[in-house]
């Protein structure tokens, strides 16, 4: 089993919709969470960043993480065609950063115009 | 603008011929990994660093090897390539406990 499992979509919604993109885990060492963007032939770039359960925001992007269920979510509220990327969910323990994260195998989100 | 970056952006190589992927990052980073990527997979961890003259094996089996004899530089070498290193490979690098930053990757076909 998988220590991240990632829905890998394809998932596609019309423009100005809200999407919701989920990651379960099984390691509960596991305290730092991360979301990444990637769009087509190009690095991961890093769109949100929490070590606490509970709900952080930034602009139209949500993150949620539920440490009793093991779960955390990212939501995209009024999406537009430029959200359409493959988002992967990362996470890891809490250290000085020595171990690597563990990544899921992302889910592609394409968002019609 | 970038701050790590990795060339080639695309290579094509035949099959037996020694390779290096290059990766270099100006934040001063003391962590630096390489992933493996295939088109819709997952990333795979086949190298990593804490800091100079530190290098360790990742999770995914590789014929690859590494050096970080500078905090800046961490080269990825194939000595022979085979069609089934064909694949994207991302360089990243890590300041403590914080996200990383990928470089734009490198792909690479052997034929």
């Known amino acids: 089993q998988k220590e991240v499992e990632q829905d890998p979509g394809p998932l596609s919604v019309p423009e100005g919709a809200i999407v919701s993109l989920n990651c379960t885990y099984s390691?509960?060492?596991?305290?730092?969470f991360m979301w990444y963007r990637q769009y087509s032939r190009k690095g991961p770039e890093l769109l949100m960043y929490?070590?606490?359960?509970g709900n952080k925001e930034d602009g139209r992007f949500t993150a949620q993480v539920d440490k009793s269920s093991k779960y955390i979510s990212l939501f995209i509220r009024d999406s537009q065609p430029s959200d359409s990327a493959t988002y992967l969910c990362?996470?890891?323990?809490?250290?000085?950063?020595?171990?690597?994260?563990?990544f899921g195998s992302g889910t592609r989100l394409q968002v019609q115009p | 603008e970038a701050d790590i970056y990795q060339t080639p952006r695309y290579l094509v190589i035949g099959t037996g011929k020694k390779i290096t992927l290059e990766c270099s990052q100006t934040?001063?980073?003391?962590?630096m990994y390489w992933y493996q990527q295939d088109p819709g997979m997952e990333l795979h961890l086949i190298h990593y660093?804490?800091?100079?003259?530190?290098?360790e094996k990742g999770d995914l089996s590789s014929e690859s090897t590494v050096s970080r004899i500078r905090t800046e530089h961490f080269p990825l070498t194939l000595e022979s390539a085979r069609p089934s290193h064909t694949s994207q490979y991302l360089c990243?690098?890590?300041?403590?406990?914080?996200?990383?930053?990928f470089g734009s990757g490198t792909r690479l076909t052997v034929v």
């Open positions: 990243a690098s890590r300041q403590g406990a914080g996200g990383y930053t």
């Open positions: 390691n509960s060492a596991f305290q730092y």
């Open positions: 929490t070590y606490s359960s």
């Open positions: 990362a996470m890891t323990v809490m250290d000085t950063g020595r171990r690597a994260l563990t």
């Open positions: 934040m001063g980073h003391d962590k």
């Open positions: 660093s804490y800091g100079v003259n530190s290098t």
